[in-house]
């Protein structure tokens, strides 16, 4: 017997292919989804918030860069009525940041209508009783405010939130409930240069010392 035969066989071992990551989500193709990939980047561009680059959308979406820049341009050119279809009311625009779509600058007069009459539609008497309550006694929690007017300020206080009249500016250090105050638009709105031009109100509000335990009302 030779020195070959008495050696024993190598043994081959199968070492298994590394398993994806749990958190990695699989790629897609988009060329397979509805709309194929022109939806997919218009998909993208209406989430975005700002202006994003090509580069990033290719990455994105696992595109060619040309690909994307082909898309985009012919995007744009569809939205503008270059290519057969009607004009859109929103348009796809290159900035030095990126492409973001935007209502198209003929709408602007109906478009500047509609924001002026949402911003200039009168408060309600509840949301006006509220404010004072955050102006005069701010920074103020919103348990603090339902206490003072004596019903729960959820919905008034998302409204001035979203007229930004108020804004959330800390949070009260023995509760962890968010402080209000009003903002710079709010002093705009009423022609004031700084709260202490606010009529002499205050005095007859009550005390927040006496309704701090009300905190609760936040949670």
Do not use: C
């Not at 569809?78 to 779509?101: C, K, Q």
């Not at 710079?184 to 335990?213: C, K, N, Q, T, W």
Request: glycine letters at 8%; proline letters at 6%.
């Amino acid at each position: 017997m030779t020195v070959e035969e008495q050696a024993p066989e190598a043994v081959q071992v199968a070492i298994p292919a590394e398993a994806p990551r749990q958190d990695e989500p699989a790629l897609v193709d988009v060329h397979t989804l509805p709309g194929g990939a022109h939806a997919a980047v218009e998909a993208v561009l209406m989430v975005a918030d700002a202006p994003v680059g090509a580069d990033r959308i290719a990455a994105s979406l696992n595109l060619t860069q040309d690909e994307t820049d082909d898309i985009l341009h012919e995007l744009a050119d569809e939205y503008a009525g270059h290519l057969g279809s009607r004009p859109r009311g929103f348009e796809l625009r290159r900035t030095v940041d990126g492409w973001r779509i935007y209502s198209s600058a003929a709408h602007a007069d109906p478009v500047g209508r509609f924001v002026l009459d949402g911003q200039s539609s009168k408060l309600s008497q509840a949301a006006l009783e509220t404010l004072a309550v955050v102006a005069y006694r701010q920074p103020v929690t919103r348990g603090q405010v339902s206490a003072v007017r004596g019903v729960n300020v959820d919905g008034v206080v998302r409204t001035l939130l979203t007229r930004g009249l108020i804004a959330e500016i800390g949070q009260d250090p023995s509760s962890g409930a968010v402080l209000f105050g009003t903002t710079g638009y709010f002093l705009e709105r009423m022609d004031f240069s700084s709260l202490d031009e606010l009529p002499p109100l205050a005095p007859h509000l009550p005390d927040l010392d006496m309704i701090d335990g009300l905190d609760g009302l936040d949670s």
